[in-house]
């Protein structure tokens, strides 16, 4: 079991910060890449921000200059600060990492998913 706490998702008006958080716990044995997406009302989920295991990060064009990506690997943690928010950042946020299970049978690293957090940017 892999078990994911997010949080720091807020309503926020345009042109704030806001810092993403997400803890992620249980049967683990090695984390790879650790990273962010969001989904629109109305629109598929896109990537917005990877961190490999070795620290090489990753952003979609529309938030390179405004948001960064941090990792703490040793308390299996990601980050995502946002800074200069716009209304089209307005989406659930989801922590997604790419875990080998403790338990692993195949010896294969698998996609997990948190269940997101709500970030709206409005005045």
């Known amino acids: 079991q892999v078990q994911f706490v997010e949080s720091g998702g807020d309503l926020v008006q345009p042109g704030g910060s806001l810092t993403l958080s997400c803890v992620v716990s249980?049967?683990?044995?090695?984390?790879?890449?650790m990273g962010w997406y969001r989904q629109a009302p109305g629109k598929q989920r896109e990537r917005v921000a990877v961190?490999?295991?070795?620290?090489?990060?990753d952003f979609r064009d529309s938030v390179k200059e405004r948001f960064s990506i941090s990792r703490d690997s040793a308390k299996n943690t990601v980050y995502l600060q946002m800074n200069s928010l716009k209304p089209e950042d307005t989406a659930v946020y989801y922590c997604?990492?790419?875990?080998?299970?403790?338990?692993?049978?195949?010896?294969?690293?698998?996609?997990?998913w948190g269940r997101g957090t709500q970030v709206t940017v409005s005045s």
């Open positions: 997604y990492a790419e875990i080998l299970p403790g338990d692993s049978d195949d010896g294969q690293a698998r996609d997990y």
């Open positions: 249980g049967n683990i044995f090695r984390i790879y890449d």
């Open positions: 961190t490999t295991i070795d620290g090489i990060t």
